[in-house]
């Protein structure tokens, strides 16, 4: 073969596999032309090649550069095409208005915070607010001022952790009952909510560290029928229109001291396991708050009475939405939590 022929063909090719390219829209037809010209068997730079053998030795540097030239720059245009053809498969995947939005998932709250937040709701209502204290107590405030005696049988049930310069963890809300009553003067409608800590095994019952609910109310004329009016309210509130009782107990820092319990909404009261056959579930404890106390705050307790409750919303949580451990509340697993919270699920359409 002739070099200007050689040439020529050279163009043809090199124009031809250009526009074949270029025209390609997809990956099969993109495909197709790759063979058609880069193909190692047939395609026509292939054939391009072989026809070196046939020019003059003299022509063969000149033939053999145009040769390469129309094959990189093939194969220059097919990788430019290709990743063109790529992307827009990608984006037409990408721009599918057609999908379902994937949704966020906003989480959800924790049983205990739902129960917490719903009793403040209530007490609110009532003219009650919100106040809180230090987790890490001195044992003036959490023993002394609330009139437990030095090595009372009560102070069994408060075994805590005790820190290593003074104080300990607090083994309720009890004691901010004295710093609200030292800070502010009556008429006092306060509800404490808080973290304390005891030392109990971490069982399917008991947590050595777990959340209660504390309420105070004190001014002049305050009686035990304030104290049942406002709680037997707060039950059918809360528990719907359960009955109430309340049952003689003792706190040392109230006198006298109730357990009130609300009737099983569970079996009505006939017995069944969640209120172990009783027919009623304890949701707190409370009491004419002792005078002493009232004293120990700088309080005249012949001038003020007052009650006071406390109650655990973990219990509550555990009886209200039929959870058989206590130790799940503490798991934060999210999908236990937000099937109680009513939510959706994480991590939208699947
Ligand atoms: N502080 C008590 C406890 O943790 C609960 C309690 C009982 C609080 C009676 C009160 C009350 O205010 O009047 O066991």
Not at 246 to 269: H, K, L, Y
């Amino acid at each position: 073969m002739e070099l200007h022929e050689y040439l020529r063909t050279a163009d043809e090719i090199e124009r031809d596999g250009a526009a074949a390219l270029a025209a390609a829209a997809d990956a099969d037809a993109l495909e197709a032309a790759r063979i058609a010209f880069l193909g190692d068997r047939s395609g026509r730079i292939k054939a391009l090649q072989e026809s070196l053998k046939s020019i003059p030795k003299e022509s063969k540097p000149a033939a053999g550069k145009r040769f390469n030239e129309a094959r990189t720059r093939l194969e220059a245009l097919l990788a430019e095409r290709k990743s063109a053809v790529d992307r827009a498969a990608g984006a037409g995947a990408a721009e599918d208005l057609t999908l379902p939005a994937r949704r966020q998932w906003e989480g959800a709250k924790h049983p205990v915070t739902l129960v917490i937040e719903e009793i403040e709701g209530i007490f609110r209502e009532l003219g009650f607010t919100i106040a809180v204290g230090p987790e890490a107590e001195t044992e003036w405030y959490n023993f002394g001022a609330l009139n437990f005696p030095p090595n009372h049988p009560a102070l069994d049930a408060h075994d805590t952790m005790y820190l290593e310069r003074e104080g300990l963890l607090r083994t309720h809300t009890s004691p901010v009952q004295v710093r609200t009553l030292q800070r502010f003067a009556p008429p006092i409608r306060v509800l404490i909510p808080g973290k304390v800590y005891r030392r109990d095994p971490f069982d399917a019952s008991h947590a050595p560290a777990f959340e209660q609910i504390e309420g105070l109310c004190v001014d002049e004329g305050i009686s035990f029928v304030d104290l049942k009016a406002t709680l037997n309210l707060f039950a059918k509130r809360f528990f719907g229109a359960s009955r109430t009782r309340f049952r003689p107990s003792f706190f040392p820092f109230t006198e006298p001291s109730a357990e009130m319990d609300v009737q099983c909404g569970i079996c009505g009261g006939a017995g069944c396991a969640a209120c172990k056959g009783t027919g009623w579930i304890e949701i707190l404890g409370s009491g004419m708050v002792h005078p002493s106390v009232l004293e120990a705050a700088g309080l005249d307790s012949e001038r003020y009475t007052g009650w006071a409750f406390g109650m655990g919303p973990a219990r509550i949580a555990i009886s209200r939405y039929k959870i058989p451990d206590i130790r799940i509340l503490y798991d934060s697993d999210a999908r236990f939590l937000e099937q109680i919270a009513g939510a959706g699920h994480p991590g939208g359409a699947r």
